[in-house]
């Protein structure tokens, strides 16, 4: 029998496990200390930023990144549907609307061809995610953004280092946001970041992080914050990832490469086509199988998990989640590529613990169980 094979496990060494050490024995256990200084201040330079916020997850990191830009009732922000869902329920913690645009067939991320369809006079702002690692296609959305007079956020919890033209993101927009959940490329646990330029924007975001207090009087709230912050123990966690993101990186470079080598030409197998201004960041792979060729997704799944093979769907979109679908319907827009990626797309096991075996098995096991459920002459095949 062969071992379990988990869709995604965090790579923590005896360093993490020092710092961790380290930052009790300290006493800082809270949100102030040594680790969260030298985090935010790697974080930022890897990244290409001047400025670096670290704070309690990626999906407080979009909320707080929008507070920071005043988002509010009344407002639409333009997202992707082809997403996780916190990119979206952060537009509605602010009491607006989010307006959802397909993605590309190719890079899967917010087409930017879609874009200017979606802006009416309410839309304050575009969240460009880098799904699955890969980053949107920033030039031309920043140019529609900027003829438009809106700014440009990066949900980049998917993509930690990854770089467009060159540039890493989190960069490339006004603020962008990052996760460290136990499956990302760095983790601890649970964590975020924002990053942005504007030196401007680092009061109030250090502000609406820790609950409104006013940076020059303790205890003093002129505004309205949230407990957005992250603690002294996890950040010593992070920097110990920090060190070690070049092995870490290598080995998830490693796992991707092996899957696109093993499952590029597979009939009934589909791949993200990376752009050629695209460095990725090897989060999770992903792959969609045939459903027009009659293979459904969701029996192969269950044949890999069978075997002991750990998967996962795609993203539902979000547009056609409870929460967001009768607004979507009633704007009545198409997002084709969105509802294909949704059906028939599969995320595969990623991360640094897995041994070349490993992926060579997923991909056997997924290659037998593609081909167990194709039809044969019109019928779907008995599994
Ligand atoms: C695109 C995207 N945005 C936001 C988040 C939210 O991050 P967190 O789970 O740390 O809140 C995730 C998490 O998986 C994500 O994939």
Redesign the pocket.
């Known amino acids: 029998m062969n071992r379990r094979i988990a869709i995604a496990e965090p790579d923590l060494s005896r360093l993490e496990e020092e710092y961790a050490l380290a930052a009790i024995r300290s006493t800082w256990i809270s949100s102030t200390g040594e680790y969260l200084t030298r985090f935010e201040q790697e974080f930022a330079d890897a990244c290409g930023c001047p400025h670096a916020l670290a704070v309690s ?6 909320h707080l990144a929008l507070a920071a830009l005043n988002v509010g009732p009344g407002d639409e922000v333009i997202v992707p549907s082809m ?2 869902i ?2 979206a329920n ?1 537009v509605r913690y602010c009491g607006a609307e989010p307006v959802f645009v397909d993605v590309e067939p190719t890079t899967w991320c917010l087409d930017p061809a879609r874009l200017e369809e979606a802006i009416t006079p309410r839309t304050k702002g575009v969240i460009a ?3 699955l690692g890969h980053p949107a296609d920033m030039d031309p959305i920043l140019e529609i953004a900027a003829i438009h007079g809106l700014w440009v956020v990066e ?1 980049a ?2 993509a930690t280092f990854a770089t467009y033209k060159g540039r890493t993101v989190g960069g490339l927009g006004r603020i962008g ?1 990052f ?3 136990g ?2 490329v760095l983790t601890c646990g ?3 970041a924002v990053t942005f330029q504007d030196p401007v924007l680092a009061t109030r975001l250090r502000m609406l992080r820790g609950q409104g207090m006013d940076p020059r009087q303790r205890y003093y709230f002129p505004i309205v914050g949230f407990n957005y912050r992250l603690t002294n123990l996890a950040a010593a966690i992070l920097c110990g990832q920090m060190e070690r993101r070049a092995d870490i990186l290598r080995r998830r470079r490693e796992i991707v490469a092996l899957y696109e080598a093993r499952l590029r030409d597979v009939p009934g197998i589909g791949l993200r086509t990376d752009a050629e201004w695209a460095v990725t960041s090897p989060w999770m792979f992903a792959a969609t199988i045939d459903g027009p060729a009659g293979i459904d997704r969701d029996a192969v799944a269950r044949r890999l998990a069978d075997d002991g093979i750990e998967t996962r769907p795609l993203f539902v979109p979000i547009h056609a989640l409870p929460p967001y679908r009768a607004a979507h319907n009633a704007r009545g827009t198409e997002l084709p590529v969105t509802g294909r990626l949704g059906r028939e797309g599969i995320m595969l096991p990623t991360h640094t613990l897995l041994a070349d075996g490993d992926i060579h098995q997923v991909c056997d096991r997924l290659i037998a169980a593609v081909e167990a459920a194709r039809p044969v002459q019109g019928r779907l095949r008995v599994a």
């Open positions: 997850n990626g999906t407080t990191a979009i997403t996780y916190a990119t952060a995610v880098h799904l949900d919890a998917e946001t996760s460290f959940f499956n990302k649970e964590g975020g």
